[in-house]
């Protein structure tokens, strides 16, 4: 199974991006999906997740401006990011976590991560 992420790129303070997260590979039964960012100099912080049943948590400082939401295509998820400001700039890494159902193995599995900018 493999987890790739993309959408990330370059906006301006105020503007929007959408980043998608989706799964390959094997058959795979998604129970969480999980928005994590790094900027420069920084650890890693988790900004949104979403459960298999549907309930979600947010990093306080995104609150009201970014939105996790499951895409039409299974095991897609989808980060919604308004009134981006500088601060979001980070790399944006995408984490699944669930079963591969041909093995019955549970796994935890990292993106490569999408930049995003955020500059005048």
């Known amino acids: 199974v493999q987890v790739v992420e993309s959408g990330g790129g370059l906006v301006r303070p105020g503007g929007s991006l959408r980043l998608s997260c989706a799964t390959s590979?094997?058959?795979?039964?998604?129970?969480?999906m999980v928005w994590y960012r790094q900027a420069p100099g920084k650890q890693r912080e988790l900004v949104a997740l979403?459960?298999?049943?549907?309930?979600?948590n947010y990093l306080g400082a995104v609150k009201g401006r970014f939105t996790i939401s499951r895409g039409s295509a299974k095991n897609t998820v989808h980060l919604e990011m308004n009134s981006l400001k500088p601060e979001d700039t980070a790399k944006y890494y995408c984490?699944?976590?669930?079963?591969?159902?041909?093995?019955?193995?549970?796994?935890?599995?990292w993106g490569q991560g999408t930049l995003v900018t955020v500059s005048s």
């Open positions: 984490y699944a976590e669930g079963l591969v159902t041909e093995t019955s193995t549970s796994v935890g599995i």
């Open positions: 590979g094997s058959a795979f039964e998604m129970s969480l």
């Open positions: 979403l459960r298999n049943d549907d309930s979600t």
